[in-house]
């Protein structure tokens, strides 16, 4: 009892001192930090959006990489920075659900959103935005010099021919590695899944720690077939990079943006408001401009570049399943894939 | 006005400590206590996080079995050392050489020469990494010189950790060749001895020291480097950038602190041996040895001119190559000229709001880092009392050469973030990079301090004293003015490097204090390399500028304060 007095007191004072402190603005009540994983670029349309409905609500966005700021989060997980988190990994969240360090909220209005981008038990704390699924990115200059087929599957992938031509990201670094690993695992079951990624590893030229790198790297020619994101691939290709966006026919794995409150947060009321927003149409239709796939079913519009019916490929994905073996699968990715010292050519 | 009576006492007496001795020692324990808060007791922290699971439950050397029994994991600490010996090799070499050049030739251009050499240490160790892509990956120009190696991997790591320490390296050698005894080349010229003995005898036996200190000191760089093997080492792990995907991919702190520990262990072996080593190293100078004046020799001097020519010429390849790469539109399918990669603020990593919170931030480091670092190397070198704590603070000056930065940034998340520290409030704020910056370039300020204050006969504290003059009145009448040369040398080095460094800044900079260098990071690892070498490039002209501001605050301020060296 006496720890948590001090520890609330010295947590006063912290706060104070950082609001009145050292290079940082000043915090007034209705000022919400927000942690994101959200594209940069995006962040001022959301927050302007939100602030249609709600201007006295100012959003203090920290933005980094998803691993970056599911990291932070947990290393603040005693002592809380943010308000609410708005664009972040699904899985990520999950985890942080685990750990219990969100507020139980049901947003108003989250019955509209898709039943596979809700939070279904009986204390829901998170809340689905958009899905963000897997692709390949083929450069068709490269693939032309170096005579390779225009691969269909995940399947082909395994080609010989392909060797030392595939990126894809490291699951141990990038939440978009460990969505691809998850989702093979549990399309082609356990044992199969294995047995593919040992295949796929033979024709690996590197594993990079970003999600958007392989499919960047495909469009820059520094390597001819990138496994990433419809998103990005979609993004680059409108920049005039010379890519076939290919959905492999097995079906992809995908992986949502959520959101939540974080649990302790001193400003309850304004974050339910955010929440309450972030489920709501307008913010699904900003969602729209760059994801194809968003958690209300029917406003989706087709974004230019992004392949057509998405939905169709998209498998069924059990995020419990993922979130509760995450510690097991890069164990075992690791020990297969990561010991290798000398990247192969 | 004063009577000075200076009556020796018969018996010892332990004199009784003035108002002046307090406020020497309030000032003391001041700046040990910084030492203690931004380095020790955070690392201690991180330590004890090693043996403790992931809810905080002290688990003994559990951790370290598993990190043991982990091949990905230990396979590393080979490479590690594997890179950092290679690297150590070739680095001394070419330095070794190139400091030959610049002090036993007579070649021209010797100033042009030394100003390029140092050209790699204002720049952020990725961007020789993000150049030797664009020169020799897949789509690199240069790419049929590596006869279908990739430079993804040990391969490309060398050779941008070369480019990296290289100024390093050429700075101790230089120093070490620059000082010998011209006697000594004479009698082994007179005794007949031919060219390559001579070299062998006394050239290199002279310069022992030297050449020991550089390797050691490129050894530290390259294994606690993040940003090389980051951005170019493909699937060869190291130990630096394990910690990253401990902490950052897979959230493991636990697991981030043993790797971080098993990163500390030959750092501080290489830091303490080469301790031992310039223990040893004995004056060599005597008063009565003769400097040596290289004699021209038009064969040598053109062999060396061109070698130094060719040194020069990768490094400014390097770069070129970066900046070409930042304002070319699409690298390699468009190659007309645009500026759109500047538009970092349609970028992840915090665009330009980063560039000019660097600028704060090493603003901030230099001034703050000066004062401390000074302060505390005057405390060191001419404080009265506490002899015990002196030394102890001595020590924990010289320990941050030994830290890696990421071992730091990662201890401060454990220390400052926990809501029981007093400190907490710093977290997330400028200040917090600002301290880790500090720290993390101590030892190198420290060591710049002590040498300047060396030279001060303790005669002048003797004299204040006995005038009755506190002592800070001495400090800033005197000390400060007389070692601006040192000073100013110290705040340039925390500036420059606090531009760069990514290591000491990647775990705990928050939105607002978004900086250019890891900008670099993360853009590249978002895959927007172009714009990640557009922002190295003006970290380096930002401190190419601030470098030439130096010289020539230096200029005036030598004409101001150094007149009396000159008689």
Same mark, same amino acid.
């Given at each position: 009892?006496?720890?948590?007095?001090?520890?609330?007191?010295?947590?006063?004072?912290?706060?104070?001192?950082?609001?009145?402190?050292?290079?940082?603005?000043?915090?007034?009540?209705?000022?919400?930090?927000?942690?994101?994983?959200?594209?940069?670029?995006?962040?001022?349309?959301?927050?302007?959006?939100?602030?249609?409905?709600?201007?006295?609500?100012?959003?203090?966005?920290?933005?980094?990489?998803?691993?970056?700021?599911?990291?932070?989060?947990?290393?603040?997980?005693?002592?809380?920075?943010?308000?609410?988190?708005?664009?972040?990994?699904?899985?990520?969240?999950?985890?942080?659900?685990?750990?219990?360090?969100?507020?139980?909220?049901?947003?108003?209005?989250?019955?509209? !959103?898709?039943?596979?981008?809700?939070?279904?038990?009986?204390?829901?704390?998170?809340?689905?935005?958009?899905?963000?699924?897997?692709?390949?990115?083929?450069?068709?200059?490269?693939?032309?010099?170096?005579?390779?087929?225009?691969?269909?599957?995940?399947?082909?992938?395994?080609?010989?021919?392909?060797?030392?031509?595939?990126?894809?990201?490291?699951?141990?670094?990038?939440?978009?590695?460990?969505?691809?690993?998850?989702?093979?695992?549990?399309?082609?079951?356990?044992?199969?899944?294995?047995?593919?990624?040992?295949? !796929?590893?033979?024709?690996?030229?590197?594993?990079?720690?970003?999600?958007?790198?392989?499919?960047?790297?495909?469009?820059a020619g520094e390597?001819?077939?990138?496994?990433?994101?419809?998103?990005?691939?979609?993004?680059?290709?409108?920049?005039?990079?010379?890519?076939?966006?290919?959905?492999?026919?097995?079906?992809?794995?995908?992986?949502?943006?959520?959101?939540?409150?974080?649990?302790?947060?001193?400003?309850?009321?304004?974050?339910?408001?955010?929440?309450?927003?972030?489920?709501?149409?307008?913010?699904?239709?900003?969602?729209?401009?760059?994801?194809?796939?968003?958690?209300?079913?029917?406003?989706?519009?087709?974004?230019?570049?992004?392949?057509?019916?998405?939905?169709?490929?998209?498998?069924?994905?059990?995020?419990?399943?993922?979130?509760?073996?995450?510690?097991?699968?890069?164990?075992?990715?690791?020990?297969?894939?990561?010991?290798?010292?000398?990247?192969?050519? | 006005?004063?009577?000075?009576?200076?009556?020796?006492?018969?018996?010892?007496?332990? /004199?009784?400590?003035?108002?002046?001795?307090?406020?020497?020692?309030?000032?003391?324990?001041?700046?040990?206590?910084?030492?203690?808060?931004?380095?020790?007791?955070?690392?201690?922290?991180?330590?004890?996080?090693?043996?403790?699971?992931?809810? *905080?439950?002290?688990?003994?050397?559990?951790?370290?079995?598993?990190?043991?029994?982990? /091949?990905?994991?230990?396979?590393?600490?080979?490479?590690?050392?594997?890179?950092?010996?290679?690297?150590?090799?070739? =680095?001394?070499?070419?330095?070794?050489?190139?400091?030959?050049? #610049?002090?036993?030739?007579?070649?021209?251009? +010797?100033?042009?020469?030394?100003?390029?050499?140092?050209? /790699?240490?204002?720049?952020?160790?990725? &961007?020789?990494?993000?150049?030797?892509i664009y020169?020799?990956g897949?789509q690199?120009y240069?790419?049929?010189?590596?006869?279908?190696?990739?430079?993804? *991997?040990?391969?490309?790591?060398?050779?941008?950790?070369?480019?990296?320490?290289?100024?390093?390296?050429?700075?101790?050698?230089?120093?070490?060749?620059?000082?010998?005894?011209? $006697?000594?080349?004479?009698?082994?010229?007179?005794?007949?001895?031919?060219?390559?003995? @001579?070299?062998?005898?006394?050239?290199?036996?002279?310069?022992?020291?030297?050449?020991?200190?550089?390797?050691?000191?490129?050894?530290?760089?390259?294994?606690?480097?993040?940003?090389?093997? +980051?951005?170019?080492?493909?699937?060869?792990?190291?130990?630096?950038?394990?910690?990253?995907?401990?902490?950052?991919?897979?959230?493991?702190?636990?697991?981030?602190?043993?790797?971080?520990?098993?990163?500390?262990?030959?750092?501080?072996?290489?830091?303490?041996?080469?301790?031992?080593?310039?223990?040893?190293?004995?004056?060599?100078?005597?008063?009565?040895?003769?400097?040596?004046?290289?004699?021209?020799?038009? +064969?040598?001097?053109?062999?060396?001119?061109?070698?130094?020519?060719?040194?020069? #010429?990768?490094?400014?390849?390097?770069?070129?190559?970066?900046?070409f790469a930042a304002l070319v539109k699409f690298w390699p399918y468009n190659l007309? &000229? *645009?500026?759109?990669h500047?538009?970092?603020? &349609?970028?992840?990593?915090?665009?330009?709001?980063?560039?000019?919170?660097? @600028?704060?931030?090493?603003?901030?480091?230099?001034?703050?880092?000066? =004062?401390?670092?000074?302060?505390?190397?005057?405390?060191?070198?001419?404080?009265? *009392?506490?002899?015990?704590?002196?030394?102890?603070?001595?020590?924990?000056?010289?320990?941050?050469?030994?830290?890696?930065?990421?071992?730091?940034?990662?201890?401060?998340?454990?220390?400052?973030?926990?809501?029981?520290?007093?400190?907490?409030?710093?977290?997330?704020?400028?200040?917090?990079?600002?301290?880790?910056?500090?720290?993390?370039?101590?030892?190198?300020?420290?060591?710049?301090?002590?040498?300047?204050?060396?030279?001060?006969?303790?005669?002048?504290?003797?004299?204040?004293?006995?005038?009755?003059?506190?002592?800070?009145?001495?400090?800033?009448?005197?000390?400060?003015?007389?070692?601006?040369?040192?000073?100013?040398?110290?705040?340039?080095?925390?500036?420059?490097?606090?531009?760069?460094?990514?290591?000491?800044?990647?775990?705990?900079?928050?939105?607002?204090?978004? &900086?250019?260098?890891?900008?670099?990071?993360?853009?590249?690892?978002?895959?927007?390399i172009a714009?990640?070498a557009?922002?190295?490039?003006?970290?380096?002209?930002?401190?190419?500028?601030?470098?030439?501001?130096?010289?020539?605050?230096?200029?005036?301020?030598?004409?101001?304060?150094?007149?009396?060296?000159? $008689?």
């Amino acid at each position: 009892m006496k720890k948590a007095f001090s520890t609330k007191l010295l947590g006063g004072v912290a706060t104070t001192l950082a609001a009145i402190g050292f290079l940082t603005g000043s915090v007034s009540a209705e000022d919400l930090t927000v942690y994101t994983a959200v594209e940069a670029e995006d962040l001022k349309r959301y927050a302007a959006a939100f602030n249609e409905v709600h201007p006295d609500i100012t959003v203090n966005w920290v933005r980094d990489s998803t691993g970056v700021v599911t990291a932070k989060l947990l290393a603040e997980k005693d002592n809380p920075q943010a308000d609410v988190v708005w664009g972040l990994a699904g899985s990520s969240l999950l985890l942080m659900k685990k750990e219990d360090m969100f507020e139980t909220y049901a947003p108003a209005g989250v019955d509209q !959103l898709d039943s596979r981008f809700r939070d279904n038990s009986d204390a829901p704390v998170w809340a689905g935005m958009d899905a963000w699924v897997a692709a390949v990115c083929v450069n068709t200059v490269e693939a032309e010099a170096n005579n390779l087929p225009m691969p269909t599957s995940w399947a082909d992938l395994t080609k010989p021919e392909y060797k030392g031509h595939v990126a894809m990201p490291n699951p141990g670094s990038s939440g978009t590695g460990f969505l691809d690993v998850a989702s093979w695992l549990q399309m082609f079951g356990e044992e199969d899944g294995w047995a593919f990624m040992d295949d !796929l590893h033979e024709n690996i030229s590197h594993y990079t720690h970003s999600g958007s790198k392989p499919c960047k790297q495909a469009a820059a020619g520094e390597v001819s077939i990138g496994i990433s994101f419809a998103f990005r691939a979609a993004k680059s290709k409108n920049q005039g990079a010379p890519l076939e966006i290919v959905m492999p026919s097995e079906g992809v794995g995908w992986e949502m943006e959520a959101a939540a409150i974080v649990k302790g947060t001193k400003k309850l009321d304004a974050a339910k408001k955010l929440m309450d927003f972030i489920v709501s149409k307008p913010a699904m239709e900003h969602y729209n401009q760059g994801y194809a796939v968003v958690a209300m079913p029917g406003i989706s519009k087709p974004i230019e570049n992004y392949p057509a019916n998405i939905t169709d490929s998209m498998i069924a994905m059990d995020f419990e399943w993922s979130a509760n073996n995450r510690d097991a699968i890069l164990a075992e990715w690791t020990d297969r894939y990561d010991s290798k010292s000398e990247p192969k050519n | 006005m004063a009577e000075v009576t200076n009556s020796t006492p018969l018996k010892v007496v332990k /004199p009784k400590a003035s108002r002046d001795d307090w406020t020497m020692r309030a000032f003391m324990v001041m700046i040990g206590a910084y030492l203690l808060i931004a380095l020790a007791f955070p690392l201690y922290i991180m330590l004890s996080k090693s043996f403790e699971n992931k809810d *905080g439950v002290f688990i003994g050397v559990e951790n370290y079995i598993k990190y043991f029994s982990t /091949p990905a994991l230990f396979n590393s600490i080979e490479n590690s050392v594997t890179i950092s010996i290679i690297t150590m090799v070739i =680095t001394v070499t070419l330095a070794f050489i190139y400091a030959y050049a #610049l002090t036993r030739s007579c070649m021209r251009f +010797k100033g042009f020469f030394k100003i390029m050499a140092m050209i /790699p240490i204002l720049v952020p160790s990725l &961007l020789p990494g993000i150049g030797l892509i664009y020169m020799f990956g897949k789509q690199g120009y240069m790419k049929w010189l590596l006869f279908g190696e990739t430079i993804y *991997g040990p391969l490309g790591i060398v050779i941008a950790e070369v480019f990296f320490t290289f100024p390093h390296a050429l700075l101790i050698i230089m120093t070490a060749l620059s000082i010998s005894d011209a $006697r000594l080349y004479e009698a082994a010229t007179v005794l007949r001895a031919p060219k390559w003995k @001579i070299f062998w005898t006394v050239t290199l036996p002279s310069a022992r020291y030297g050449l020991i200190s550089a390797a050691f000191v490129v050894f530290t760089l390259v294994i606690t480097d993040f940003g090389v093997p +980051k951005v170019i080492g493909g699937q060869y792990n190291v130990l630096a950038v394990d910690i990253y995907k401990q902490v950052i991919g897979q959230q493991n702190f636990s697991m981030g602190a043993v790797v971080s520990v098993v990163l500390l262990i030959p750092a501080i072996f290489a830091f303490f041996i080469d301790r031992q080593v310039q223990k040893k190293q004995v004056a060599q100078l005597s008063a009565r040895a003769v400097p040596f004046e290289p004699k021209p020799d038009s +064969k040598f001097d053109a062999l060396m001119m061109s070698y130094s020519g060719f040194i020069v #010429l990768i490094i400014v390849t390097i770069l070129a190559t970066c900046q070409f790469a930042a304002l070319v539109k699409f690298w390699p399918y468009n190659l007309s &000229l *645009g500026l759109q990669h500047y538009n970092f603020d &349609l970028m992840d990593g915090g665009g330009w709001d980063s560039y000019y919170n660097s @600028i704060q931030m090493a603003l901030w480091t230099a001034a703050v880092g000066t =004062t401390v670092v000074f302060t505390g190397a005057y405390m060191v070198e001419k404080g009265r *009392g506490f002899q015990q704590g002196r030394t102890l603070f001595q020590f924990l000056a010289m320990m941050p050469m030994a830290v890696p930065g990421m071992v730091l940034g990662l201890s401060y998340i454990f220390f400052f973030n926990n809501p029981d520290n007093p400190f907490n409030f710093i977290y997330g704020t400028m200040a917090i990079l600002v301290v880790s910056t500090v720290t993390h370039f101590y030892t190198v300020a420290h060591l710049t301090a002590m040498t300047a204050l060396k030279q001060m006969d303790k005669e002048f504290e003797s004299v204040s004293q006995s005038l009755q003059q506190p002592f800070y009145k001495m400090f800033l009448k005197v000390t400060v003015p007389v070692c601006s040369p040192a000073i100013l040398e110290i705040a340039i080095y925390l500036f420059v490097n606090a531009m760069t460094t990514v290591s000491a800044v990647v775990f705990i900079y928050s939105y607002h204090t978004q &900086l250019a260098s890891v900008a670099v990071l993360n853009m590249d690892d978002a895959g927007d390399i172009a714009p990640a070498a557009a922002m190295g490039m003006m970290i380096f002209y930002t401190n190419a500028a601030a470098r030439l501001l130096h010289a020539v605050v230096s200029k005036y301020m030598e004409k101001k304060t150094q007149a009396w060296r000159q $008689r």
